[in-house]
């Protein structure tokens, strides 16, 4: 069973930075790709980072592109979003999710197979 913790959430000023991590369980991580995803209230999951298994491919949301970036340690059995520069609309529970195998969509929450129970980021004006 794999189990995905979120950690590094809290309350910010706009312009802030926070660094968001997901340690994850299991021998197979280094296997998958990792997506961040957010979801405020009243809004749906929305994509906001992945990359892939060897860290060699990110992606990013057109929202958070130059103001996040996303990186992983293998050895380590986890995966960073370091959030600088934020905004009162980026408050949102951050989720980390593992990819599904051979899953297409990496926009897509229904390309994800394990997330974590979430870490809440809020950002005042």
């Known amino acids: 069973q794999v189990q995905l913790v979120e950690s590094g959430g809290g309350l910010v000023q706009a312009g802030d930075s926070l660094r968001l991590s997901c340690a994850a369980s299991?021998?197979?991580?280094?296997?998958?790709?990792m997506g961040w995803f957010r979801q405020a209230p009243g809004k749906e999951r929305e994509f906001v980072a992945a990359?892939?298994?060897?860290?060699?491919?990110?992606y990013y949301a057109d929202s958070v592109k130059g103001r996040f970036t996303i990186s992983r340690d293998n050895a380590k059995n986890t995966v960073y979003l370091q959030m600088n520069s934020l905004k009162p609309e980026d408050t949102a529970v951050y989720y980390c999710?593992?990819?599904?195998?051979?899953?297409?969509?990496?926009?897509?929450?229904?390309?994800?197979?394990?997330w974590g129970q979430g870490t809440q980021v809020t950002v005042s004006s």
């Open positions: 999710g593992r990819k599904r195998e051979y899953a297409s969509g990496t926009y897509s929450p229904s390309a994800y197979d394990y």
């Open positions: 990359i892939s298994w060897s860290g060699g491919s990110t």
């Open positions: 299991g021998r197979t991580f280094s296997s998958y790709a």
